[in-house]
């Protein structure tokens, strides 16, 4: 399960496709790339002036690619994404029938996971000061509360900066973290239209919060790891965090999805790749009405791989 995501951040460039492979040629400057369609997992178009030939489209959706586009400031503005296609019809029927029980257990164990993670970052960048955990071991966790003590205190930390903004993001700050988090849910939506559930029908958001809730809901566990790879980058790249440089945090975002792992039933496994093991478990959930058993990414077993044929460390 080795899959890259491509980043197409140069302006007039063509996509087209032969034999297996994926062409990327950028006429203006006679450069000239390929990578074999089977170890593409998304794509995220970050430039204008791209073009795409529609067979290359074709083979790229068939083969369970997502092509993510964004505008000129980079913020996502859609999705193209693979037909749906039913592979468990009793996780489809599961998924329709909105089990109230089953769903309210499934959401309180994600945004619980979410707050965990949350309060982790918190103690890595080290703030250790905060009330994270006191609130979410509270009978009736308040999840809005949880959410305006992290942010307080994880923008204290990283920069001058004190509000979260979740739109049209006028700080850097924030408009790295959308970019990031729209990373997440594309491989997220890849993954969810591959084990057979529906995109359109959430756990925790409703049908009219976008068109994809359920990409939204899934998403929230690894939301703190996003946070934490902007604190990562904030130390490590200073000057270009400091200028604002928001393509060399473009090439930064796929570097840690690939190099950091977490353990899972004795084998280890990419971030990438976790998170199509995490949406299998849901699907398995689904299957049995059951939160028992269920997967979710703890940032605090997150490490960074070692490469000890290579004798090298991955750098954040």
């Known amino acids: 399960m080795s899959y890259h995501i491509l980043h197409i951040t140069k302006q007039g460039s063509y996509i087209s496709i032969d034999k297996g492979l994926l062409f990327c040629e950028i006429k203006k400057t006679n450069e000239y790339y390929k990578l074999p369609v089977d170890?593409?997992?998304?794509?995220?178009?970050?430039?204008?002036?791209?073009s795409f030939s529609n067979n290359a489209i074709a083979a790229l959706l068939k083969n369970n690619v997502v092509i993510q586009h964004c505008d000129r400031t980079f913020q996502p503005v859609g999705w193209s994404v693979p037909l749906a296609r039913i592979i468990r019809t009793k996780v489809f029927k599961h998924q329709i029938m909105q089990n109230e029980e089953f769903t309210n257990k499934l959401w309180k164990k994600i945004v619980k996971q979410k707050a965990l993670n949350q309060a982790a970052v918190l103690d890595i960048i080290g703030n250790k000061e905060h009330n994270l955990y006191s609130l979410i071991n509270k009978p009736l966790m308040n999840e809005a509360n949880i959410a305006k003590q992290y942010w307080h205190n994880y923008f204290f930390y990283l920069s001058e900066l004190m509000k979260r903004e979740h739109q049209n993001a006028q700080s850097f700050e924030n408009a790295c973290l959308n970019y990031g988090y729209a990373v997440l849910k594309t491989i997220i939506y890849?993954?969810?239209?591959?084990?057979?559930l529906l995109p359109n029908l959430g756990i925790h958001h409703t049908s009219n919060y976008k068109t994809t809730p359920l990409v939204y809901d899934l998403t929230e566990p690894f939301r703190a790891f996003i946070d934490l790879y902007l604190y990562y980058f904030s130390q490590n790249y200073p000057d270009e965090f400091e200028s604002e440089e928001i393509k060399e945090w473009i090439k930064f975002i796929p570097n840690c999805l690939k190099n950091y792992r977490i353990k899972y039933k004795d084998n280890s496994y990419k971030i990438i790749d976790i998170i199509d093991i995490y949406i299998e478990e849901t699907a398995a959930a689904f299957n049995s009405f059951s939160t028992e058993n269920i997967f979710l990414p703890d940032i605090k077993s997150q490490y960074l791989y070692k490469d000890t044929q290579k004798n090298r460390e991955y750098e954040e």
């Open 39 to 50: 170890d593409i997992k998304a794509i995220i178009v970050c430039t204008p002036g791209v």
């Open 190 to 196: 890849r993954s969810i239209l591959i084990h057979g």
